[in-house]
């Protein structure tokens, strides 16, 4: 059974920094495609940062520079670093989780959706003031 929690969000002040954490159960973080996603109140999921089963990573360009996704295969987690918050980072951040790879999506230069992720956590709220 495959479970995903959430830790770390709260709230923050501009331009400070933040580790999400995400520890996974049911399988070996690393055998499968991961990512991050974020949802805004009012809009739609946002992916933030992508890994896939062979380990690569992907960012959209605007999250380039200040989001660095991260595994640890001894925890078994899967972690989002932060920096130089903004209050446009205020949102519900999501770890997320499917065994089948990405590597689909990379050849139509595209990064995957949300819906091509199965498995969700319930997401940690990050607010930025």
């Known amino acids: 059974h495959v479970q995903l929690v959430e830790s770390g969000g709260g709230l923050m002040q501009a331009g400070g920094s933040l580790r999400l954490s995400c520890t996974a159960s049911?399988?070996?973080?690393?055998?499968?495609?991961m990512a991050w996603f974020r949802q805004a109140s009012g809009k739609e999921y946002e992916g933030v940062a992508f890994?896939?089963?062979?380990?690569?990573?992907q960012y959209p360009d605007s999250m380039k520079g200040r989001f660095t996704i991260s595994q640890d295969i001894a925890k078994n987690t899967l972690d989002l670093q932060i920096n130089d918050l903004q209050p446009e980072d205020t949102a519900k951040y999501y770890c997320v989780a499917d065994r089948d790879e990405k590597s689909w999506w990379s050849r139509q230069h595209r990064l995957p959706p949300s819906y091509a992720y199965t498995h969700w956590g319930q997401g940690t709220q990050v607010t930025v003031s």
């Open positions: 049911g399988f070996v973080v690393g055998t499968y495609a």
């Open positions: 890994i896939d089963s062979d380990g690569t990573i």
